[in-house]
């Protein structure tokens, strides 16, 4: 197994994210749930971004030439497949795809910016939950006129080129790292 850098786990983290925040719903009462939900509607519109996936704007555009493809072990038989770009001003690129014990792809991850946690800089995120159900994008360290976050079903993403088009990435991943 190759030893993991700080690049690495900082990468891993987006790719376990989507299944880890299906995970802590699935732990919390479905009254505070349901609670939650109903506050956070009531209390404030969500921006257009949110409502309209082809709205949002990545901070960090995609990118994807070259690439370095990397395999992980993970704990119950799974494993994660890893395509990493090196980009424009030193951006980098970490495009994820999380495989169960018997392959079934569950779940998509694309890390782009300053991935570096020691680097400051915007990042932009990609996560889609197959197993879940659930997907989201996300920028960090937003620079004025970009919007933050984006919540869908997979299938509202999947298709989109201002997430740098997923289903094509995915296809991408397959054919350079032979998954």
């Given at each position: 197994?190759?030893?993991?850098?700080?690049?690495?786990?900082?990468?891993i983290r987006?790719?376990l994210?989507?299944?880890?925040l299906?995970?802590?719903?699935?732990?919390?009462?479905?009254?505070?749930?349901r609670?939650?939900?109903a506050?956070t509607v009531v209390?404030?519109?969500?921006?257009?971004?949110?409502?309209v996936p082809a709205?949002?704007?990545?901070?960090?555009?995609?990118?994807?030439?070259g690439?370095?493809?990397?395999?992980?072990?993970?704990g119950?038989?799974?494993h994660?497949?890893v395509?990493?770009?090196?980009?424009p001003?030193?951006?980098k690129?970490n495009?994820?795809?999380?495989?169960?014990?018997?392959?079934r792809l569950?779940?998509?991850?694309?890390l782009?910016g300053?991935?570096?946690p020691?680097?400051?800089?915007?990042?932009?995120s990609v996560?889609?939950?197959?197993?879940?159900?659930m997907?989201?994008?996300?920028?960090e360290h937003?620079?004025?006129?970009?919007?933050?976050l984006?919540?869908?079903?997979?299938?509202?993403?999947?298709?989109?080129?201002?997430?740098?088009t997923?289903?094509?990435?995915m296809?991408?991943?397959k054919?350079?790292?032979?998954?």
């Amino acid at each position: 197994m190759p030893a993991i850098s700080i690049t690495d786990a900082w990468m891993i983290r987006g790719a376990l994210l989507v299944p880890l925040l299906a995970a802590m719903t699935e732990c919390a009462p479905r009254t505070t749930v349901r609670q939650t939900i109903a506050q956070t509607v009531v209390s404030a519109d969500p921006p257009p971004s949110m409502v309209v996936p082809a709205a949002f704007v990545a901070a960090v555009p995609a990118f994807d030439e070259g690439g370095r493809c990397a395999t992980y072990p993970i704990g119950g038989g799974g494993h994660l497949v890893v395509l990493s770009f090196a980009g424009p001003g030193g951006a980098k690129r970490n495009v994820s795809m999380h495989y169960d014990a018997s392959g079934r792809l569950t779940s998509y991850s694309d890390l782009r910016g300053a991935l570096d946690p020691r680097v400051p800089g915007p990042l932009t995120s990609v996560s889609i939950g197959f197993d879940t159900r659930m997907a989201s994008a996300m920028n960090e360290h937003t620079s004025e006129g970009t919007q933050g976050l984006l919540v869908a079903k997979p299938e509202d993403l999947l298709d989109l080129p201002n997430l740098g088009t997923p289903r094509r990435m995915m296809d991408t991943v397959k054919e350079k790292c032979g998954t």
